[in-house]
């Protein structure tokens, strides 16, 4: 097994999209971002890369590489989820943290689960997404940032299809 956590931050502003684990929020402030700006995925796609201690999401997908502007952050997770595989570990569990202050995200979070599951290739009850408002203080609470943490678990896959696993 292999534990890994992950954390990302973005500014928030008008007349930007907010999209968390795939799906398009309707808000006054959306994030700000080189990418698509998905906190959520680009969380969980530091924790998997830490699991594997494989550095994080900045050395794989450089935001001065033009190749990454406007990207889909899934395919951040799919190129990651390759990694992992690729070592031969799928995911066990995966539990989030949104902090966000408006709007309300309990009508999103099983699409959020949903597309979470189908990209990293395990079932939706292995995947959880909670929400919290910043309580009017801090960045969050100010409206000036969503900030998002990610913890989750990677055990070897039942496949052993790593020649190193063991
Ligand atoms: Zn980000």
Redesign the pocket.
């Known amino acids: 097994m292999r534990i890994g956590y992950g954390n ?1 931050v ?1 500014r928030l502003a008008e007349n930007k999209p907010l999209i968390l684990g795939g799906v398009e929020i309707e808000t006054d402030l959306g994030a700000v ?1 080189h990418s698509d ?1 998905d ?1 959520l995925a ?1 969380a969980v796609t530091d924790a998997i890369l830490g699991a594997l201690a494989l550095g994080d999401i900045g050395s794989h997908f450089p935001d001065s590489d033009a190749k990454w502007k406007d990207a889909d952050s899934f395919d951040f997770l799919r190129h990651t989820i390759g990694l992992m595989k690729e070592k031969g570990f799928q995911i066990a569990n995966l539990d989030s943290t949104i902090n966000l202050e408006k709007p309300k995200l309990r009508p999103h979070i099983d699409k959020m689960r949903e597309n979470l599951a189908r990209v990293l290739e395990t079932e939706i009850e292995n995947i959880s997404v909670k929400a919290k408002t910043g309580e009017k203080v801090d960045a969050v609470g100010k409206r000036r940032a969503i900030r998002v943490e990610v913890v989750l678990l990677l055990r070897r896959s039942a496949d052993g299809s790593s020649a190193s696993a063991k």
């Open positions: 990302d973005h971002g700006a906190a680009h």
